[in-house]
Antibody, heavy 126, light 110 residues
Framework: QLQLRESGPGPVKPSETLSLTCTVS??????????WGWIRQPPGKGLEWIGT???????YYSPSLKSRVTMSVDTSKNQFSLRLSSVTAADTAVYYC??????????????????WGQGTMVTVSS | QSALTQPPSVSGSPGQSVTISCTGS?????????VSWYQQPPGTAPKLMIY???NRPSGVPDRFSGSKSGNTASLTITGLQAEDEADYYC??????????FGGGTRLTVL
């Protein structure tokens, strides 16, 4: 059974770069027609899509975060990563990684986020 | 401000039915059937409840159903149960930004 787990270094200071990794187990991150996404949720607020990637060269980012986001994949470790630069207190949130079947092909749950990690809380504070 | 508009809250008594709306535009809900719904009880990760407008993943009760008309998608829950109390989010593929979420709706079972 496919599982995802987020990991990161802990608190981040304002203006620094937030770095998170999502480790995929029980399946291959290189599986055809599956994309991988990051979604965040500030305390007491709704879900916000950050970005999705199929490969390090095939990425989609939220227009509001595009200038600060970089996503990449490490197939040898079955992991994908998120880097968010120049963080502020507004970036404090629970960060989730999730699998997203391709919205461009005929596949079950295409475009939806069908498997989620448990989430990791990231606090931006000096 | 979210790209998809949902009511902040809905409520119903056990056994009743409730419907949550999700209004977008021709760039997302109106022209694509890649609409999904998620259930999120407090303190937990979201769970996929409906995909491609009307389809339920394995294990989701048939009390949950989805539909779409024009730029508005809807999630209907029949035979409300206490365990249905949670936040619900809609999402859609978007030709302008790839993915958009709704602001979320809190369902209270009275």
């Amino acid at each position: 059974q496919l599982q995802l787990r987020e990991s990161g270094p802990g608190p981040v200071k304002p203006s620094e770069t937030l770095s998170l990794t999502c480790t995929v187990s029980g399946g291959s991150i290189s599986s055809r027609n599956y994309y991988w996404g990051w979604i965040r949720q500030p305390p007491g607020k709704g879900l916000e899509w950050i970005g999705t990637l199929y490969s390090s060269a095939n990425t989609y980012y939220s227009p509001s975060l595009k200038s600060r986001v970089t996503m990449s994949v490490d197939t040898s470790k079955n992991q994908f990563s998120l880097r968010l630069s120049s963080v502020t207190a507004a970036d404090t949130a629970v960060y989730y990684c999730a699998r997203q079947p391709s919205p461009f092909t005929v596949i079950i749950a295409g475009g939806a986020f069908d498997i989620w990690g448990q989430g990791t809380m990231v606090t931006v504070s000096s | 401000q979210s790209a998809l508009t949902q009511p902040p809250s809905v409520s119903g008594s056990p056994g009743q039915s409730v419907t949550i709306s999700c209004t977008g535009s021709s760039s997302d809900v109106g022209n694509y059937n890649r609409v999904s719904w998620y259930q999120q009880p407090p303190g937990t990760a979201p769970k996929l409840m409906i995909y491609e407008v009307t389809n339920r993943p394995s294990g989701v009760p048939d009390r949950f159903s989805g539909s779409k008309s024009g730029n508005t998608a809807s999630l209907t829950i029949t035979g409300l149960q206490a365990e249905d109390e949670a936040d619900y989010y809609c999402s859609s593929y978007s030709s302008s930004s790839f993915v958009v979420f709704g602001g979320g709706t809190r369902l209270t079972v009275l």
